[in-house]
């Protein structure tokens, strides 16, 4: 989301760039050869998309307290894992994730060349265990860079065995160079954003068994559960967590419970914590609370804790007449009709819409965090910037609290598939914004992001796919180098879902197969291959040219209309031809000497066996025709899109 200026120097190399327009011609057996797709259809991941019959998966439950040392910026945590092998074999030993090694000098993610996210002036020690053990037995572990092995005293059986391992350790929490959590100083006290705050699982699965591989700041891959946490901070710190707060009469003052109360039956923003109780909170002297919550089939949580905050939140309406709670926390700066004040009424209404369009939000919560990690999401929590106002913060609060559905309810692999929750969450955005108001802060397109890129986002995508640096979707999350992450990543992957709602399958079409896969994969593992498969099957329609051109290739797409002949004897015709190797559905708009247009299909089958097609038109002599003449396509050279009549 924070990426205006990286993108806009992206699209303008990608402008600057030659045009990789091939001269070999087009090759209709190339563009519809039988595709294989990466992960070959079976009893665990069916031809239909959906999981099948054998399908298994993995679970791990945890229960956690953490306790956070102010003065030293220090967590301590105390885990148990009860992690449940539901795969087909036993298992000896599992392996955690360890993120917070990501800050080790000695760190894979500082050494890597263009990564992000890392500061190499700043570092800390990582996790520190403690111990881990089973039983009260110590465990014999090997820690590598950001994963740890644990050696289980017996194999943990398959079908469904379990095993509990506790994990004791503590870390120094980063300052702002922890990217996605961190904490920072503020005028009315510190606000900590904590997130890959304890050893997560690593996950299990059907394709690679342990998938281990190493946190270079590119996102997760997580089993699901359910998680009761505490976390135990100074008495005059608010905490707000992922899930359910299970214990607000222990920590809440009684107006405050009263405030919370009327919140949760109240379509208007109720203030729980005001600017001038932020102002007038006493010191602590010492004095400590402990806060509960409790959350249900989630991959992850995270919280944020802060003397600082304001605190207000709405109800949300969800289908079927069930109700969660919009909230949103933030310091006594950000209050404003301009600012944060306004961010619970975004997440209102982004979580009600997007509930109602695709799938229902299943948590209890949704909390936008006003604080230092800023850009960054988590089950049922999200960090967004102090300093966020009007459009932006609504841009960036609809997007964060929509990977609620991709990738924390559709739980994909981020670390090698980035576009699977990334660019479907920016393809959902552009819904949303269009929604909101009437479409207020609309549109959310591309060119939102590239401020002095020329022309509509097709015209935008195709500069992009002819520099020849550019990745393709499909390539692992860690290879994409930063200038291309948000152009690829995001934006070229949203245009394409655009593409197939909207001009390939027509929303009658995708948005049912859409909430199909949605559906069939919540709380589930899905990989490229399956989405594929299942908007294809769902959607009807025989897609290979489409993923092989646009996800597993930077194909171009060039169409031109190449001669307009009226003929007295034979009648009207136009001409086109198909010069990129990508092929897409168009529209060929004819303009009559008379004035009149008439639009005429011209699908993907036209170029099955040919590059051109002479299209017979009755209606009178022709004037002109234009091919895509709405800049719905990215045509890598439009100059040729139109042709007058001889």
């Known amino acids: 989301m924070r990426s205006i200026v990286l993108f806009a120097a992206a699209f303008a190399l990608a402008a600057s760039a030659h045009a990789q327009t091939s001269s070999a011609p087009y090759d209709p057996l190339k563009t519809f050869a039988p595709l294989s797709l990466p992960a070959p259809a079976n009893s665990i991941r069916t031809g239909s998309g959906t999981p099948g019959p054998a399908y298994w998966q993995n679970r791990a439950d945890f229960n956690i307290a953490a306790k956070i040392d102010t003065k030293a910026h220090v967590l301590s945590g105390d885990e148990t894992v009860t992690y449940t092998n539901n795969s087909p074999e036993a298992l000896d030993f599992l392996w955690f994730q360890m993120d917070q090694n990501l800050y080790r000098r000695d760190s894979r993610g500082y050494a890597m060349s263009g990564g992000r996210r890392v500061d190499p002036k700043n570092s800390t020690d990582g996790y520190v265990i403690d111990a881990v053990t089973v039983g009260g037995k110590p465990l014999h572990t090997v820690v590598s860079d950001t994963r740890m092995r644990v050696d289980l005293p017996a194999a943990v059986k398959a079908g469904g065995g379990k095993v509990q391992v506790r994990v004791q350790y503590h870390f120094l929490i980063p300052g702002l160079f922890g990217g996605r959590m961190a904490w920072n100083t503020n005028k009315s006290g510190d606000i900590y954003d904590l997130a890959q705050w304890y050893p997560r699982l690593q996950v299990f699965d059907d394709l690679r068994g342990w998938d281990t591989l190493p946190y270079l700041a590119n996102e997760f891959y997580l089993e699901y559960g359910n998680f009761d946490y505490s976390v135990t901070v100074p008495a005059d710190m608010l905490v707000a967590g992922s899930g359910a707060l ?37 010191p602590p002297n010492g004095a400590t609370k402990t806060w509960r919550f409790h959350m249900e089939n989630t991959r992850d949580v995270a919280f944020t804790a802060s003397r600082a905050f304001v605190w207000d939140a709405a109800k949300i309406n969800l289908p079927d007449g069930k109700t969660a ?21 975004y997440m209102k209404d982004a979580v009600e819409r997007f509930s109602k369009r695709w799938y229902p939000y299943p948590w209890p919560n949704a909390i936008n965090v006003a604080g230092p990690a800023t850009g960054m999401e988590y089950p049922g929590i999200v960090f967004d910037g102090i300093d966020d106002k009007a459009k932006t913060l609504f841009f960036i609060s609809a997007h964060e609290i929509g990977h609620s559905w991709f990738p924390m309810i559709v739980g994909s692999d981020e670390r090698r598939n980035a576009w699977m929750d990334e660019g479907i969450n ?23 992001y590239a401020p002095d890129a020329k022309g509509t986002p097709a015209d935008q995508i195709a500069e992009l796919i002819k520099d020849p640096e550019a990745p393709v979707i499909m390539s692992r999350a860690d290879t994409i180098r930063e200038k291309y992450r948000h152009p690829v990543t995001y934006f070229k992957a949203a245009f394409g879902l655009t593409l197939l709602r909207e001009d390939i399958l027509g929303p009658e079409r995708f948005d049912p197969a859409f909430r199909k896969y949605i559906a069939d994969w919540a709380y589930k593992h899905p990989k490229p291959s399956d989405f594929f498969r299942e908007m294809e099957s769902a959607g009807g329609e025989d897609l290979s040219y489409f993923w092989r051109g646009y996800f597993l290739n930077n194909w171009s797409h060039d169409m031109a209309v190449t001669e307009v002949v009226n003929d007295p004897a034979k009648g009207a015709s136009v001409t086109v031809q198909n010069l990129g190797q990508l092929v897409l559905p168009a529209t060929l708009r004819v303009t009559f000497r008379d004035g009149k247009t008439r639009d005429i299909k011209v699908p993907v089958e036209t170029w099955m066996q040919t590059g051109k097609h002479t299209f017979t038109v009755e209606g009178g002599a022709i004037a002109e025709a234009t091919i895509d003449p709405d800049h719905r396509l990215p045509d890598a050279d439009r100059s040729n899109n139109t042709a007058k009549a001889h």
Do not use: H, M
């Open 246 to 282: 299970v214990n607000p009469g222990e920590v809440l003052s009684a107006e405050q419970r009263a405030r919370w109360d009327r919140a949760k039956a109240s379509n208007k923003t109720v203030v729980i914590r005001t600017p001038e109780e932020v102002a007038a909170t006493p």
């Open 325 to 345: 709670v919009a909230q949103s926390v933030y310091p006594p700066e950000s209050v404003g009709e301009n600012g944060w004040s306004r961010s619970t009424e």
């Open 426 to 448: 920016t393809f959902i955005d552009v819904y949303e914004s269009a929604d909101f108001e009437n479409g207020v802060y609309g549109p959310k397109r591309d060119g939102e």
